[in-house]
């Protein structure tokens, strides 16, 4: 009982669970997602104290400023993965310890509003790549070290999109929980 309630905090709306078929809609769905996650981010945390962001969202977990940074973190490395492929042949892209950049003085302590303005520019840019991808565009892929896999940018769209509602659900659930 115990690990399902932990899972249900580590992982609020599910671990991303990839489609059959990546179709036009889905991808025009999940690109829509990426699109607005920087709004839907920033309406749920730009009134929140500063001690409200300092908490952590679960025992062990990160706090909210740590997410909202850990987002700008992942995002932006995305964004460099999708060009790397689009510019390479099956690059094998740079692993990053997330763990270790989210403990990082920046991460721990700095405002939230330079990181929420950064993603919106970072969000806007993502979207307008993504949504000048051409069926072969989608169909090219990166290696990653850790996993030692190969995956697709239309994979990435999917996961990323998962990504920023995985977080911001994170965020929505234990506001919730605390009454915020």
Same mark, same amino acid.
Not at 17 to 28: N, R
Not at 80 to 108: C, G, Q, S
């Given at each position: 009982?115990?690990?399902?309630?932990?899972?249900?905090?580590?992982?609020?709306?599910?671990?991303?669970?990839?489609?059959?078929?990546?179709?036009? @809609?889905? /991808? =025009?769905?999940? #690109?829509?997602?990426?699109?607005? +996650?920087? %709004?839907? $981010?920033?309406?749920?945390?730009?009134? &929140?104290?500063?001690?409200?962001?300092?908490?952590?969202?679960?025992?062990?977990?990160?706090?909210?400023?740590?997410?909202?940074?850990?987002?700008?973190?992942?995002?932006?490395?995305?964004?460099?993965?999708?060009?790397?492929?689009?510019?390479?042949?099956?690059?094998?892209?740079?692993?990053?310890?997330?763990?270790?950049?989210?403990?990082?003085? @920046?991460? /721990? =302590?700095?405002? #939230?509003?330079?990181?929420?303005? +950064?993603? %919106?520019? $970072?969000?806007?840019?993502?979207?307008? &790549?993504?949504?000048?991808?051409?069926?072969?565009?989608?169909?090219?892929?990166?290696?990653?070290?850790?996993?030692?896999?190969?995956?697709?940018?239309?994979?990435?769209?999917?996961?990323?999109?998962?990504?920023?509602?995985?977080?911001?659900?994170?965020?929505?659930?234990?506001?919730?929980?605390?009454?915020?």
């Amino acid at each position: 009982m115990e690990n399902t309630a932990l899972e249900k905090l580590r992982y609020p709306i599910g671990k991303f669970i990839a489609p059959e078929i990546y179709s036009s @809609d889905y /991808l =025009t769905n999940k #690109i829509a997602e990426i699109a607005h +996650f920087p %709004e839907r $981010l920033k309406r749920e945390v730009i009134h &929140l104290t500063e001690e409200q962001l300092d908490t952590p969202y679960r025992n062990g977990g990160w706090t909210i400023r740590q997410v909202i940074h850990h987002c700008s973190d992942s995002h932006m490395n995305c964004f460099i993965r999708i060009k790397w492929t689009l510019t390479e042949d099956k690059p094998v892209i740079k692993f990053y310890h997330e763990d270790r950049w989210a403990e990082m003085h @920046d991460n /721990l =302590t700095m405002p #939230i509003q330079a990181t929420l303005s +950064f993603l %919106e520019g $970072l969000h806007f840019r993502l979207a307008y &790549l993504m949504n000048s991808l051409s069926e072969a565009d989608l169909e090219k892929s990166f290696i990653h070290p850790e996993h030692n896999a190969e995956f697709q940018l239309k994979e990435i769209i999917g996961t990323y999109a998962w990504h920023g509602n995985h977080h911001l659900a994170h965020i929505t659930e234990f506001k919730k929980q605390k009454g915020w």
